[in-house]
C-alpha cells in the first residue's frame, strides 16, 4: 500500500519547488486533531483523513464501504490470510507465523516499494472482536516489536513500527456489510510525510474497491456459508433483531 506514496516522493523531486511552496500550508492541516476530513467519495467509497501528531507525520486515514455480501463471506476473506497480497494495497508477502484460533493471529507483512526506495516489513498481531447482538466486528491489527522476529525480518526492508489498523465489518441487512478500514502508520525511514499525506487517500480506496471484487468469488460465497459465523450470526438476528437503521453506524467511528 506504500508504494502510492513513494510515487508521490519521486514526483515530488522532480517539482520540489512547487511542493515546497505548499508544505507549509499541509503540515499546518496536519496539526488539526481529531476533526476527519471528507476526501474523497467515489464508486461508493469514502475516504476521510485527519492529522496526527505520531512521529513521521503521515495522516490517519478512514475508507467506508458498502459490501454488497454477507458478514459472514466478508470474515472468510479476511481469514484467509495470503490472500491479502491479492487486495490490500501493495502487500507483497501476508504469512501466518502464528495462528490461535480462528480470532487471533501473528502474521509477517512486507509492502513493496519502487526503487530506489526499500520495501517495508512488519509482524502484526492480529484479534478479532465479534459482537453478534450488535451485529459488529472489529479486527485489529498491530506492528509488534520486531525484536523476537530477528531471524525472519530481512535488514534490507524498513520496519514500521507502532502501526495500526482496524477493519471495521457493520451489518447492514442480510446481504450486505459495510466496511470501514482506519490506519495510523509509520512508515519509517525517509519518505517526507508531506508528500505521502498528498496521496494518503489512495491506499484506502484501492484496497476497498480490491475487496469488493475479491467477494464475488464462488470461494469466499462457500465458505461463508459453511461458516461458524453464519449461524451464530443468524441466532443473534433472531435474538436481537437488527434494523437497517440502527445498524448503519460505522461513519460515527472514532478511531
Do not use: C
Not at 458498502?66 to 491479502?84: F, H, Q, S, W, Y
Not at 508477502?93 to 509492502?111: G, K, L, M, P, S
Not at 480506496?205 to 475487496?211: A, D, H, I, Q, S
Amino acid at each position: 500500500m506504500l508504494k502510492i506514496i513513494t510515487k508521490a516522493l519521486l514526483i515530488g523531486l522532480l517539482a520540489m519547488p512547487i511542493v515546497s511552496v505548499k508544505a507549509a500550508s499541509v503540515q499546518a492541516e496536519e496539526k488539526e486533531q481529531g476533526s476527519w476530513q471528507l476526501r474523497k467519495q467515489q464508486d461508493g467509497i469514502t475516504v476521510f483523513v485527519r492529522g496526527t501528531e505520531k512521529v513521521g507525520g503521515l495522516k490517519e486515514f478512514k475508507g467506508i464501504a458498502l459490501m454488497k455480501a454477507r458478514m459472514e463471506t466478508v470474515a472468510e476473506l479476511m481469514r484467509d490470510i495470503p490472500a491479502a497480497t491479492q487486495w490490500m494495497a501493495d502487500t507483497e508477502v501476508a504469512d501466518v507465523i502464528h495462528a490461535t484460533d480462528d480470532y487471533n493471529y501473528r502474521v509477517h507483512n512486507v509492502t513493496s516499494m519502487p526503487w530506489p526506495v526499500s520495501d517495508r516489513e512488519m509482524v502484526v498481531d492480529i484479534s478479532v472482536e465479534m459482537n453478534y447482538p450488535k451485529g459488529r466486528a472489529d479486527i485489529h491489527m498491530n506492528a509488534l516489536d520486531p525484536a523476537p522476529y530477528s531471524d525472519l525480518l530481512d535488514g534490507d526492508r524498513v520496519y514500521m513500527d507502532s502501526s495500526h489498523v482496524v477493519y471495521t465489518l457493520q451489518y447492514i441487512d442480510r446481504e450486505h456489510t459495510q466496511v470501514t478500514y482506519f490506519a495510523s502508520l509509520n512508515i519509517g525511514g525517509s519518505v517526507p510525510a508531506y508528500l505521502g499525506n498528498l496521496v494518503i487517500v489512495d491506499i484506502p480506496f484501492t484496497t476497498l474497491g480490491n475487496m469488493r471484487k475479491m467477494l464475488k468469488k464462488p470461494k469466499y460465497i462457500e465458505a461463508g456459508k459453511q461458516s461458524v459465523d453464519r449461524l451464530k450470526i443468524e441466532q443473534a438476528l433472531l435474538e436481537h433483531p437488527l434494523t437497517e437503521q440502527s445498524a448503519a453506524q460505522p461513519t460515527n467511528n472514532k478511531e
